[in-house]
C-alpha cells in the first residue's frame, strides 16, 4: 500500500472524516492540498505533508490528530522530511513568522516559544503548503476571501521569491497575487 493511502487510512482511523471544515470535512480539507500540491508538481515530502498537515493542530484550526509527543507515529507514516514539515506548519505562530517569513527565514515555534531558522530547502515547501492550505479555505469559503483577500494577496505576492511558481501562479490565478520577479 502507498504512503498516500495508509496517510488516507490513518486520518479516517482518526476521524478527520467526522470534523467539520469549510468544504465538508477536514479529510476532504487534506485530500484537496494533498491533490493541489501534487497537481502543482510539488515533492512527494510536500505532498504527504498536505495531506496530513494538520496532525498537531494548526494556528488556524486548533483540532489535533495525534498528539506532538507521538510524532514517530507520523514520521513512521510519511518519513522524516515530510513529518517536519507537518510539525513546523502545525508549530508555526502565524502572526509573529508569516510578515517576516520572506526575509527572515524564521519560523516562532507557538508550542514551545523557539525560534526555527529555517534550511534554504525548508522553506519553499513551507510556503508553499502555506500558500495552498489558504487557497483551499478560501475556494471552500468565499467569505474568507472577502475578509482576507487583501491579507494573502500582500503576503502571499511578499513570499513569492520563496514559494514555487506553479504555487505563485494558482494563487495570481485564484487571488490576482503578484508573480514572483525571475532574476
Given at each position: 500500500m502507498s504512503a498516500d493511502s495508509e496517510v488516507r487510512r490513518w486520518l479516517r482511523q482518526r476521524g478527520a472524516e467526522t470534523i467539520p471544515h469549510p468544504g465538508g470535512t477536514l479529510y476532504a480539507h487534506l485530500c484537496r492540498v494533498h491533490d493541489r500540491l501534487a497537481d502543482l508538481g510539488c515533492d512527494i515530502d510536500a505532498q504527504l505533508a498536505g495531506l496530513a498537515h494538520a496532525g498537531y493542530g494548526t494556528d488556524g484550526f486548533d483540532?489535533?490528530?495525534?498528539?506532538?509527543?507521538?510524532?514517530?507515529?507520523?514520521?513512521?507514516?510519511?518519513?522524516?522530511?515530510?513529518?517536519?514539515?507537518?510539525?513546523?506548519?502545525?508549530?508555526?505562530?502565524r502572526r509573529r513568522t508569516w510578515?517576516?517569513?520572506?526575509?527572515?527565514?524564521?519560523?516562532?515555534?507557538?508550542?514551545?516559544?523557539q525560534t526555527w531558522h529555517l534550511k534554504s530547502d525548508q522553506r519553499q515547501p513551507f510556503v508553499d503548503l502555506s500558500i495552498v492550505n489558504e487557497l483551499d479555505v478560501i475556494e471552500q469559503d468565499p467569505a474568507t476571501a472577502d475578509r482576507y483577500g487583501d491579507y494573502f494577496r500582500s503576503l502571499f505576492a511578499a513570499w513569492a521569491p520563496i514559494a514555487s511558481r506553479q504555487v505563485i501562479g494558482e494563487a495570481q490565478r485564484l487571488l490576482g497575487v503578484a508573480r514572483r520577479q525571475s532574476g
Open positions: 483540532v489535533t490528530l495525534l498528539d506532538r509527543a507521538d510524532r514517530v507515529t507520523l514520521r513512521n507514516l510519511i518519513g522524516d522530511d515530510a513529518e517536519a514539515l507537518v510539525y513546523l506548519y502545525g508549530a508555526c505562530d510578515r517576516q517569513l520572506a526575509e527572515a527565514g524564521v519560523v516562532v515555534d507557538r508550542f514551545t516559544d
